[in-house]
Nanobody, 112 residues
Framework: QVQLVESGGGLVQAGGSLRLSCAAS????????MGWFRQAPVKEREFVAS????????FHSPSAKGRFTISRDNAKNTVYLQMNSLKPEDTAVYYC?????WGQGTLVTVSS
């Protein structure tokens, strides 16, 4: 059974940085693309970034491009999301995803 555990969320001031981690188990991690999504209060869940199994084929949403960076460490079965220049509108629960499995999410709150 696939299990995804996110961590690294918290409260940060606007302009600050956070690094999210997602540890995966129950699958051959190095063979799957991974993605990050987020869901703000009363909004739909939206795509943030994705990365191919070998670390190529990286995509970022327009709102993330230039500020967020997705990466992965296949030796640690972990995918990361480095978030810089955070804005209040980045406040959301951030989820990682592989295939149709989701983690429980980690809350990011950006204060103005």
């Amino acid at each position: 059974q696939v299990q995804l555990v996110e961590s690294g969320g918290g409260l940060v001031q606007a302009g600050g940085s956070l690094r999210l981690s997602c540890a995966a188990s129950g699958l051959t991690f190095r063979t799957y693309a991974m993605g990050w999504f987020r869901q703000a209060p009363v909004k739909e869940r939206e795509f943030v970034a994705s990365i191919g199994w070998s670390g190529d084929r990286i995509f970022h949403s327009p709102s993330a491009k230039g500020r967020f960076t997705i990466s992965r460490d296949n030796a640690k079965n972990t995918v990361y999301l480095q978030m810089n220049s955070l804005k209040p509108e980045d406040t959301a629960v951030y989820y990682c995803k592989v295939l149709d499995a989701w983690g429980q999410g980690t809350l990011v709150t950006v204060s103005s």
